[in-house]
């Protein structure tokens, strides 16, 4: 068992890699992009940025995904479910990303910002040009 949080393992190379979590220690490293995580399962998930490996699938429309998290934050879309609400608003969202991005609006942030210009579109942040698409 953890001394600092009482979470309990059965292994204990489990409970001393949780315990990286608490020290800061991060001693596993992508040998892609040299990002460290403090336990092997964070290094795993990340790896899964640089493959195209979806290994979660939605049983309800078949979309994929890298993370049992993404998937589980897709669930919300099929059950319309919205429990963020904009308290300036009203607005609903199912997501608190989705809030948070749209509360910015209101505080006159701009950070999807996009410049029109005759037949393209520039978006600034990733310095893309979409020629003939809609966004």
């Not at 204990?12 to 995580?37: D, I, M, N, Y």
């Not at 904009?86 to 509360?103: A, E, M, P, Q, V």
């Amino acid at each position: 068992m953890c001394d600092l949080c009482g979470r309990s393992f059965t292994r204990r190379r489990s409970l001393r890699e949780h315990q990286t979590v608490h020290s800061g220690a991060r001693p596993f490293s992508c040998s892609t992009c040299e990002k460290s995580f403090s336990t092997r399962g964070n290094l795993r998930v990340h790896r899964r940025t640089h493959s195209d490996l979806r290994p979660f699938t939605c049983s309800i429309c078949s979309r994929a995904f890298k993370s049992r998290v993404a998937l589980t934050q897709h669930h919300i879309v099929h059950s319309k479910e919205k429990p963020y609400s904009c308290s300036t608003c009203g607005t609903r969202f199912g997501l608190k990303y989705n809030l948070l991005r749209h509360i910015s609006m209101h505080n006159g942030d701009k950070p999807f910002s996009v410049f029109i210009w005759t037949h393209a579109v520039l978006l600034p942040h990733s310095h893309s040009l979409l020629r003939g698409r809609s966004l």
